[in-house]
Nanobody
């Protein structure tokens, strides 16, 4: 069983930055792909960024390309999401996902205009 705990969310002004972290328990993290999703109020959950097992392949939603950066530290069982140039439309609950199977409880990001 894998448990994921996100942190780093909060309130930030438009143009600001936040760094989300997701710490994973269990031994499969370093052998698993990871991803960040988000869900805004009244919207469906959407994929924000995906990272391969070794961290060499990264994919992003068009809406965040050039502003968000996903990374991972397999030695610390942690995946990160650096979010820069934040916009009000980035406001959502952000969820960590591992192996397309395990989910964290989410962390709220609110971007004020």
């Amino acid at each position: 069983q894998v448990q994921l705990v996100e942190s780093g969310g909060g309130l930030v002004q438009a143009g600001g930055s936040l760094r989300l972290s997701c710490a994973a328990s269990g031994g499969i993290f370093r052998f698993s792909t990871a991803a960040w999703y988000r869900q805004a109020p009244g919207e469906q959950r959407e994929l924000v960024a995906h990272i391969s097992t070794a961290g060499t392949i990264k994919n992003y939603a068009d809406s965040v390309k050039g502003r968000f950066t996903v990374s991972r530290d397999n030695a610390k069982n942690t995946v990160f999401l650096q979010m820069d140039s934040l916009k009000p439309e980035d406001t959502a609950v952000y969820y960590c996902n591992v192996r397309e199977t395990y989910w964290g409880k989410g962390t709220l990001v609110t971007v004020s205009s």
